[in-house]
């Protein structure tokens, strides 16, 4: 994160053209995908500074500086995946997904997307949260270092925040709150289930999340 934030100190402006795509900017996007193993659909781009590992495929959505993505991983379309963000092997960011970025100030704790997890439709993850493996957020779910992630599948309440826990399948709710005005909803995240180990394979995640009632 300093160096980047180095850099653009240092760097200049300059015009940039990919085919008939014109840019100004002070970072390029990133060349030599063949050789690397990594397939871009335009107008998809992977900024120069990050890191795509062989077998990541993104649509047209963006990759910024400093951010990691594993193999296997999908980006779809209009997806983002913000500065410094770290995404795990075998994700699938869905449809207009937003992974929040951090570059400052230097060792703030980015977002982490681990392994094998599935971020649904305009799902927004931000300021630092961890996604831990395997585990499902449904559509328009939205996580920020405040928000209550509320474990509904026992007897009791038990409440995270900043952390999904592994395998757990999470949909969008809300929380009552009290103030002078009166009683309001507030937005919160719901772990409504477990992902059981059959369900571990792309090809029946669609069923995971069907089984449990989840939007995509």
Do not use: C
């Not at 977002?111 to 439709?121: N, P």
């Not at 779910?141 to 928000?147: K, N, R």
Request: no cysteine.
């Amino acid at each position: 994160m300093k160096a980047i934030n180095l850099y653009f100190g240092v760097a200049e402006m300059e015009t940039l053209e990919a085919g008939p795509f014109e840019y100004h900017d002070k970072i390029p996007t990133k060349k030599n995908l063949a050789a690397a193993g990594v397939r871009v659909v335009p107008p998809g781009t992977v900024r120069y500074g990050a890191f795509v590992e062989r077998g990541v495929v993104v649509m047209p959505g963006y990759v910024n500086i400093g951010a990691y993505v594993g193999s296997g991983t999908m980006v779809d379309t209009w997806a983002t995946v913000g500065s410094g963000a770290q995404i795990g092997r075998d994700v699938h960011l869905a449809g207009g997904v937003g992974i929040g970025g951090v570059l400052e100030p230097p060792g703030a704790m980015p977002v982490v997307i681990e392994d094998g997890a599935f971020v649904g439709s305009r799902a927004v993850v931000v300021e630092g949260v961890r996604v831990e493996e395997g585990a499902v957020l449904g559509a328009n779910v939205v996580l920020t270092g405040s928000t209550q992630i509320i474990d509904v599948t026992g007897p009791e309440e038990v409440v995270h925040r900043g952390r999904v826990p592994a395998r757990s399948v999470v949909v969008a709710g809300t929380r009552t709150r009290q103030f002078p005005a009166g009683d309001y909803q507030l937005q919160s995240a719901l772990i409504i289930g477990q992902r059981r180990e059959s369900t571990d394979q792309k090809t029946s995640l669609n069923e995971a999340l069907r089984e449990f009632g989840v939007s995509v």
